[in-house]
């Protein structure tokens, strides 16, 4: 599901090509995207398990400013928000965002100091 929410932003305007599961490469360029699973539940039927899952992922937008940073959100919520199609084996049945948090990270010194917007989506997929 995770490398379907990849191709999906890297194939999106605005969203660039620095997108990276589970951390951002220490002084990597900036606008970057971080994408982490946070939680999975599957869906359950009379006779178990239906395929089904739904996923809460997070997915955190880096910027050296406040509007990069947001603009980088504002590019991932366009491309995923609402979302329903089918991405190599991975049937996406609906993306949704949940929430939305502004973050400024400090560092030793204020070149250090970094934006993030973090979203959370929840993934409906099969």
Known sequence: MEEGLIYLLLSSAGVGNRVYPGTRPQASALPAIVLNTISSTPSYSDDGEDGIR?????IDCW??????????ARAVTTALSAYRGTVDDVTFQYIT????????????NAAEYLFRTSLDFLVTYS
Request: aromatic content about 8%; proline content about 0%; overall charge negative.
């Open 63 to 72: 910027g050296s400013t406040y509007a990069s940073a947001k603009s980088v």
């Open 54 to 58: 739904e996923d809460r992922v997070q």
């Open 97 to 108: 965002l949940d929430l939305q948090h502004d973050f400024r990270e400090s560092g030793s």
